[in-house]
């Protein structure tokens, strides 16, 4: 059964770092676009980072030049960088990807989500 596996979260003070991690595993065809969600507390899901199949990277505007997402096309893994945590960067962090298959001369592309991993911030 195909799967998105995360890990990498927990409590960091504020300026600190983390590194989130997400596996898909069950790989039938191949991967395109892998993101990062967040969710805080009474706040609607909000799209983090997301690196596309050629490469092409994309950030929200509260987390430029602090976080950096990056895949590793071998692992079928995708890992958020974090820096200069901040408080309100607090979230439960949601792996997400588009998970190819194939039949016959079709490729269909799946969504598919992690189970998210939690990030706090405080001191």
């Known amino acids: 059964q195909v799967r998105l596996v995360e890990s990498g979260g927990g409590l960091v003070q504020p300026v600190g770092s983390l590194r989130l991690s997400c596996t898909a595993f069950?790989?039938?065809?191949?991967?395109?676009?892998m993101r990062w969600y967040r969710q805080a507390p009474v706040k609607e899901r909000e799209l983090v980072a997301r690196?596309?199949?050629?490469?092409?990277?994309n950030y929200a505007d509260s987390v430029k030049g602090r976080f950096t997402i990056a895949r590793d096309n071998a692992e079928n893994t995708v890992y958020l960088h974090m820096n200069s945590l901040k408080p309100e960067d607090t979230a439960l962090y949601y792996c997400?990807?588009?998970?190819?298959?194939?039949?016959?001369?079709?490729?269909?592309?799946?969504?598919?989500w992690g189970q998210g991993t939690q990030v706090t911030v405080s001191s």
């Open positions: 997400n990807a588009d998970l190819l298959s194939r039949v016959g001369d079709t490729t269909y592309s799946t969504d598919y």
């Open positions: 069950v790989i039938i065809f191949g991967i395109n676009t």
């Open positions: 690196v596309m199949g050629g490469g092409i990277l």
